[in-house]
C-alpha cells in the first residue's frame, strides 16, 4: 500500500507550486513539511516498529523478563521507501491533474 500521508504533502506542495510558483516562500515551505512528513514515514516510524516487534520477542521470551504485559505493541508503523515514494508519485500526478 502506498504512503497516504506521502501522496497528501506531496500534492499539497504540487498545488501549492503550480498556483504560486516554485520560487515562493509558501512553496519551499510546503516543500520542506513534505519532505519532513516522507521522512518520519519511512525512516522514524519504520524504525519504531522494529524496535516494537524486537521488545515483542524479548516479553515472550520464557524466564527472561517478569514483566506481565496485556497486550503486543504495534510492529507495522512505517512505510519501505518504495512505498513512501509510490504515494509521493501519486500526490504529484493527482496534483498536475487537479
Sequence with gaps: MPSSHSAVVASLATLIGKNEGVGTPLFALAFIFALVVMYDACGVRRAAG???????????TPGLTGVQVSEKLVEVLGHTPIQVFV???????????V
Design 87 to 97: 504515494g509521493s508519485l501519486i500526490g504529484v500526478v493527482i496534483g498536475l491533474i
Design 50 to 60: 522494529k524496535q516494537a516487534a524486537l521488545l515483542n520477542k524479548l516479553i515472550e
